[in-house]
Nanobody, 125 residues
């Protein structure tokens, strides 16, 4: 059974930084494309950032380009999301997700078979 566990969320001031981590167990991490999604309060879940199996290919939502960086360590079965210059609109529950099929980076929720439980990020205005 594939399990994803996120950590690193919290309360941070405007302009601050956080690094989220997601550890994957029970599967072959290096065979998964990985992504971060988020769900702001009262809104639908949305794609934030993704990377392919090697981490060489990455893709970002326009709203986070230049501020967020996704990376992965296949030896540690972990994917990261470095978030800098945080804004109130970044407030959301952040989820990591695994795509066991694609060799590229896909952005649709339906492409991801495995999900973590989420971690809350709050940036008060």
């Amino acid at each position: 059974q594939v399990r994803l566990v996120e950590s690193g969320g919290g309360l941070v001031q405007v302009g601050g930084s956080l690094r989220l981590s997601c550890v994957v167990s029970g599967g072959t991490f290096s065979a998964y494309g990985m992504a971060w999604f988020r769900q702001p309060p009262g809104k639908e879940r949305e794609f934030v950032a993704g990377c392919n199996r090697s981490g060489v290919l990455t893709k970002y939502a326009d709203s986070v380009k230049g501020r967020f960086t996704i990376s992965r360590d296949n030896a540690q079965n972990t994917v990261y999301l470095q978030m800098n210059t945080l804004k109130p609109e970044d407030t959301a529950v952040y989820y990591c997700a695994a795509d066991p099929i694609s060799f590229t980076v896909r952005t649709s929720i339906s492409n991801y078979d495995y999900w973590g439980q989420g971690t809350q990020v709050t940036v008060p205005s």
